[in-house]
């Protein structure tokens, strides 16, 4: 009898048509961030209640637009980069879980499928988005460079209403790329039972970092941002932005080589 | 403490982020079908290892295409027709589980994000494509009404390479819209452990089937189905046309209120 | 030497790669359509200065959706139908040039590219958008149908900012489809030339209407409409709602088979 | 009287609306070129009569991706990245006119409704395609780089049929970019009147070329390229590939203001 094979449905022989491919998987890419403040009440109500605000800044959010190639370890997507290409654009709390300090991505929206069946793997509560953020190219007037004054924009839309719009311009070199976004993740995965009404048929908490991190130099960036909500999201409402805390800009490279997991709920 | 409301994540206070409302769908489209025979080893090779071939016509397979309306019940996602259109064409066969004959879906692809979700629920093995059916029109030159002699076709790509065409010519009433995707569906539910190559933290079986169905007169139809893989997928390979069955066309509406869970493998 | 054909570029020997294929042209679709009046000095600015506002009724504006399909007289791009599906949204004025009164197109977005260059043939000012309409459906809950009570909504989108959504009710039959899009097409078909700043290089004036209507009843609708900005799209800011006049529906098919020059300026 | 103003059509009082905005335009990009030959009987068939193969290499045919972001004197464009970014995939071959030696474009795919109007402008045959190319990143395993040993892979599919697939492996630095599409352009501009079968409105031929290049080194790079057919393009067949003559990578910069009419015809 033929075995199936796949990381992830469908499942075939070869195991070629699988969404998502065996791990590892890797990522090359440039991250717009912008961190800032809102009432710490708001991150409490995106939260679990098996999860606690951080002790420090616990009001502290960050909104990131992400421009990636990824691939798995055969490298094949590369050369058909309609398979490797995805951008996205993600908000991140912290959070408090069994004493310890996360980061936890509460909102996601990414461009293709198999960014989504990645992230629903790790738990990240992935939709798809129209994603767009400028690039840094190394000749011309079109485009900004990645350095001082270095001006990016970036937008995000779903179901064709625009959910968030940001500016920044490169400051100066920092040591970090913000903090809220800088700790391992901490994702609840959860599916509910086929049957209506009857809880949760897979119910766990895990964490998960990457590794062998590449990463270019770090910049602060003065930072503008600006949030709406649609009939079909809560991003305006749900995390309003009361004060910017500051821009970043960084490309970096990072592998993904699976997770552990924390609790069965 | 705030309570996180939402049938499938985001989660949040009001719960209308989540990318999947509650129960129950409601759905509204037109379904093109093809079915034909293949070997049934090639069937063989789609089913997991715990279901068998269907005892007749095992090597039966129905090509659909769908041009899908959907919504809740609160039936605000028709107005706002980005969140309640898509498209889907996927790839059924027959199979049998502790004795019972079932239909079960091998390939499917839709364009949206809420479609994506609703079938990972129902254990469908979604991936995004690009699909494409020829729609009846009451008026002018530029579309087929659904009568004898009425052209219908349809496409599906993904990553940009042509998967399926089909082209179907309507031909008399038929007392069925075919056979193949006719019984309640059986589907697994697996979802991977988050540590590296650990199994499976969600592996069941479930079974689901459509509920107040309402539905146009079916009509058979002469039908051409041309398959092709990609690197990516193994539709021609995996399933090869041997021998046309049929062409089947109907319109449908349809609501899904829930399944139940087999067997927890 | 081998003759280049085509009704538009680009020209091969066969012809078959043109992007526009040789007249007729055949439409079937769905129209929406909001008729409202705004301050016929908004009207008066969008005209050229060879055009006068109509005499009565200045200030009526039409925004219409249509969800098409359309082809040539091979009807061959019904069987492909990617090459044949699109949707518009516009925006319809009406004037007076040389004493006749006509409509005339000063806003629309298309989502093809076969219909941005049949808009540029015929005078249309046409821009890529992203367009939705809730299409009627003869079974189930998820779809409307054409008929007293019969809700639709629509909505239109350039790079991913929202510029228009409306929302019908279906009232009662109607004589009309409405006024403002109902009189022979008035568009200028201007080409700058090559050099920068050196004038037109095409000026002229046109008409142009459908041949062969094949229409459905006509409906009137309860209607409303919200219209926006963008940094690159001024609809609410140039043609502002001052109040509805009413909504329609109709199914319709059309051909279109060239217009008349009416002057060179 | 209000004044209408705009490059292209739609023109508003402020002009903010017009499709494409005044010159100069500005480009950074990256070029991933494939030069082949083909039969100079096949590049013939692809020329107007009153134009003449290239006295030398006259089957030589270069296919191009770029991926570019573009924008106006205001810079504005750069920073709503949905406004600035898109890709194209194009062929040139090499003619003469009057006496001299020119690039032409006869074929070209582009992503965006600004790149189509811009085109028309200039001459270019645009339709819209689908068009991936490997992005170079400087950190991480999921991006080349631009030096020896990079790979990059490109498509092009069009309503959703698969044009062209190109892979190239960067071998040494190259004193030029390709000799194909080094020489200013030489386009056609033609509109057909409105009138069915009543010649042209508009027919001329201009020429053009970009300004204030800022570039990169030049890499010339081993290839492949496929090219294929679809009942709506003729890639394959109107140029074959006969035999590669090199690949080459190029990041570049460069402006565009304006050219130069040489016949009206």
Redesign the interface.
């Known amino acids: 009898?033929?075995?199936?094979e796949g990381?992830?449905?469908?499942?075939?022989?070869?195991g070629?048509?699988a969404?998502v491919p065996a791990?590892p998987w890797?990522?090359?890419?440039?991250l717009l961030t912008v961190e800032y403040r809102t009432d710490p009440a708001n991150v409490?109500?995106?939260l679990?209640?098996d999860l606690e605000l951080a002790a420090e800044e616990p009001g502290a959010v960050a909104m990131i637009w992400a421009d990636?190639?990824?691939?798995s370890d055969s490298?094949?997507e590369?050369?058909?980069?309609?398979?490797?290409?995805y951008k996205e654009a993600f908000v991140v709390v912290r959070c408090q879980f069994q004493g310890t300090t996360y980061s936890r991505c509460?909102?996601?929206w990414v461009t293709?499928?198999f960014a989504?069946a990645r992230g629903?793997?790790?738990?990240y509560?992935?939709?798809?988005g129209?994603i767009?953020?400028?690039?840094p190219?190394?000749?011309?007037?079109?485009?900004?460079r990645v350095r001082a004054g270095g001006?990016?924009?970036?937008?995000?839309?779903a179901?064709?209403?625009?959910l968030a719009?940001a500016?920044i311009t490169l400051a100066a070199p920092s040591q970090t790329n913000g903090f809220v976004n800088a700790l391992p993740m901490l994702h609840h995965?959860?599916?509910?039972?086929?049957?209506?009404?009857a809880g949760w048929?897979?119910d766990?908490v895990?964490t998960?970092r990457g590794q062998d991190p590449?990463?270019?130099p770090a910049w602060k960036a003065d930072a503008e941002l600006e949030l709406f909500d649609s009939?079909?999201?809560?991003l305006a409402s749900?995390l309003p932005v009361l004060e910017i805390i500051s821009g970043y800009y960084r490309?970096?490279?990072?592998?993904w080589?699976?997770?552990?997991?924390l609790a069965h709920r």
């Open positions: 009898m033929p075995q199936l990381f992830a449905a469908p499942f075939t022989v070869t070629r048509s969404l791990l890797h990522y090359s890419g440039d409490r109500a995106v679990p209640d990636w190639q990824s691939c490298f094949e590369l050369l058909d980069p309609a398979r490797s290409q509460v909102f996601i293709t499928d989504i629903l793997h790790q738990g509560p992935k939709k798809l129209s767009y953020q400028t690039r190219m190394p000749h011309g007037k079109a485009a900004p001006m990016f924009g970036a937008s995000l839309a179901y064709d209403h625009r719009t500016r995965r959860q599916v509910r039972a086929i049957e209506r009404g048929a897979l766990e895990v998960m590449d990463v270019g009939p079909w999201d809560e749900a490309q970096v490279g990072v592998s080589n699976g997770g552990t997991t």
